[in-house]
């Protein structure tokens, strides 16, 4: 009777993570490998949390929010597919709300002093690359 009682404490006893071991039939090692891996997944969607708030208030345009990107799925899934933070804006942002497009014809700033121009096959070029890594493009003169 007392090895019955001893079992009874036992079980009342028994931790969240002995009930999960015997409820999935894992061992330790791999539940600690999961945590592990759950840990650092949490990590990085914490850190593209903080890239997305960062390029978010760096753009600074008052329509492009996190409620506004809440609100529209199809970009949400973008981001959440790791695409750049300034496509989004340009893709589902600019052209949709009739807000200022991007000067296709622009220089962007390179040169511009010193009268020197892009055609617009650069500019194009460029834009894809920034779009698709999200770094500076530098041009060595």
């Known amino acids: ?39 650092r997944r949490q990590e990085e969607m914490m850190g593209r949390a903080r890239q997305v708030m960062a390029a978010i208030e760096a753009i600074g345009d008052e ?16 981001v959440e597919a790791g695409a750049p933070i300034g496509e989004v804006y340009r893709r589902f942002f600019l052209r949709r709300t009739g807000g200022p497009r991007p000067d296709r014809e622009a220089n962007l700033g390179l040169g511009g002093l010193a009268g020197d121009t892009l055609t617009p096959e ?12 999200g770094n500076r493009y530098e041009i060595d003169e």
């Open 1 to 39: 009777m007392q090895w019955q009682q001893d079992g009874e404490t036992r079980e009342a006893e028994k931790t969240g993570l002995e009930e999960f071991l015997e409820r999935t039939g894992m061992s330790q090692e791999a539940a600690l490998e999961l945590l592990e891996m759950a840990y």
């Open 63 to 78: 329509r492009f929010t996190v409620e506004a990107l809440r609100a529209d799925p199809e970009a949400m899934r973008a």
């Open 122 to 133: 650069e500019i194009e070029r460029i834009s894809a690359y920034v779009s698709r890594t």
